[in-house]
C-alpha cells in the first residue's frame, strides 16, 4: 500500500477552516431534522438500508485506500499522534443512480493485524459486508457532526453535509467509519 500524503488546498490556504465537532445524537445542541436524523442514529448496516431504499441499485465507488496522515478528530478518537500514519479508504455509495454517501474509514496501522489483507483486497466490496457478517465485530456509540467541504471530493463539495462516525472493533481490529450524507439524501419517503 503506498502512503499518499496530501493536505487539502482548502486546508493550507486557510488554517482554521472548519473542523467537525463530534457529538453523540442525543447530546448535538442543533440536530438536524428527521428524516436525516433518523438516517445518521440508525445503528444497523448503510450499506444495506441505502440498498432497499434504492431499489437494489446499489454500488461502491473506490477513490481512494492507502496510508495517509491522521486527522484531528481522527487522531483523537483512534489515540494515535496527530499525522501518524494511519490505513484509510475512500468511497462514494451509490444508490438509485447517484452517489448518496461519502465514507471515510482509518485505522490505527498497529491495530490491522490478521484483518490488514482482507482490507487491502475489499475494492468495491462494501466494508459493510466485512463488519456485519462477523459477529465478532462490534460498533461503539455514533457521533454526529457537520462534515468540512474542504474533505469531501470536488463533485460533491457542500458546506452543512452532515456525518457520522463510530468505530468497529473485534478487540484488536479498529476501525472509525465516518459517512456524509451528500446533498438530496435522503429522498423523501426514504
Ligand atoms: C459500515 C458500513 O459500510 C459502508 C461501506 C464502506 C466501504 O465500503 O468503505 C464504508 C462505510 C460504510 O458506509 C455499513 O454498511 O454500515
Known amino acids: 500500500m503506498l502512503p499518499c500524503w496530501h493536505c ?85 455509495l451509490h444508490t438509485d443512480g447517484a452517489a448518496r454517501v461519502f465514507a471515510r474509514t482509518v485505522a490505527p496501522l498497529s491495530a490491522l493485524g490478521s484483518a490488514a489483507m482482507e482490507l487491502n483486497k475489499l475494492g468495491t466490496t462494501s466494508l459493510g459486508h466485512l463488519l456485519f457478517r462477523n459477529p465478532q465485530i462490534s460498533r461503539g456509540p455514533i457521533e454526529i457532526s457537520q462534515y468540512p467541504a474542504h474533505w469531501l471530493p470536488a463533485e460533491y463539495k457542500a458546506n452543512g453535509l452532515w456525518a457520522r462516525r463510530s468505530h468497529f472493533s473485534d478487540g484488536q481490529l479498529q476501525l472509525l467509519v465516518c459517512e456524509v450524507f451528500l446533498q438530496g439524501w435522503p429522498c423523501a419517503g426514504t
Open 8 to 92: 487539502p488546498i482548502a486546508c493550507r490556504r486557510d488554517p482554521v477552516a472548519m473542523l467537525p465537532d463530534w457529538f453523540t445524537p442525543d447530546s448535538h445542541p442543533a440536530p438536524p431534522p428527521a428524516p436525516l436524523f433518523d438516517w445518521l442514529c440508525a445503528e444497523g448496516s448503510l450499506t444495506q438500508r441505502l440498498t432497499e431504499a434504492g431499489n437494489q441499485d446499489f454500488h461502491v465507488q473506490l477513490l481512494e485506500q492507502c496510508q495517509q496522515p491522521a486527522r484531528q478528530d481522527e487522531a483523537l478518537a483512534l489515540a494515535v499522534q496527530l499525522n501518524e500514519a494511519v490505513w484509510a479508504r475512500e468511497v462514494l
